[in-house]
């Protein structure tokens, strides 16, 4: 599960290397600081889905091997950029709801309703951080032309089996 929080630390280090102000590349600073708090991603979000569909930080990060012009480059930076936004924004709401989760679960006699309602919460902002990703990574895919699109899923073979062999060694 520790790869899901890695796709989201590629985004972060994307943004230092994509020519953005210090204020953009504090943000993804902040971000990945933030996401390490998320290091699980229900859902199988790393076997299932980053594997087939890296996103548009990574297409970024092969962008001289996609062949990306600067109109492409330009979509795939916003996506990325959005996409961070939008994650650090969950990370919070996630933060915030195991916060209320803890205080009420630590009280010698707590309310029943009170913690199933902080588990609810806990989950939808589990899920929030699974399901707001999938537009950005297929967006940015939907940048690809028809032969950048052969190049990326081999790209993203070679990367995921990559992963696979540190793994295990």
């Known amino acids: 599960m520790r790869k ?3 796709v989201v630390m590629a985004a972060a280090i994307a943004v230092g ?3 953005l102000g210090r ?3 504090a943000d993804g600073a902040a971000m990945a600081k933030m996401h390490r708090y998320f290091v699980h991603h229900s859902f199988g979000f790393p076997m299932n889905f980053y594997r087939f569909h890296p996103g548009p930080h990574w297409d970024l990060m092969h962008a001289s091997a996609l ?3 600067p109109t492409q480059m330009q979509e795939e930076r916003r996506l990325t950029m959005a996409m961070m936004r939008d994650t650090m924004r969950g990370v919070a709401r996630l933060r915030q709801a195991y916060r209320r989760y803890r205080v ?3 009280l010698p006699n707590p309310s029943i309703r009170v913690l199933v309602r902080d588990v609810r919460s806990v989950g939808r902002a589990q899920a929030y951080l699974g399901y707001e990703m999938i537009p950005y990574h297929l967006k940015g895919y ?3 032309d028809a032969a950048q699109r052969h190049v990326y899923h081999r ?3 070679e990367n995921w ?3 696979m062999r540190g793994m295990h060694g």
């Open 23 to 25: 204020a953009q590349a």
């Open 142 to 144: 939907r940048v690809l």
């Open 4 to 6: 899901a929080g890695l």
């Open 104 to 106: 009420e679960a630590r």
């Open 67 to 69: 062949g990306l012009t």
């Open 161 to 163: 089996m990559h992963r």
């Open 17 to 19: 290397g994509l020519g």
């Open 155 to 157: 790209l993203a073979r």
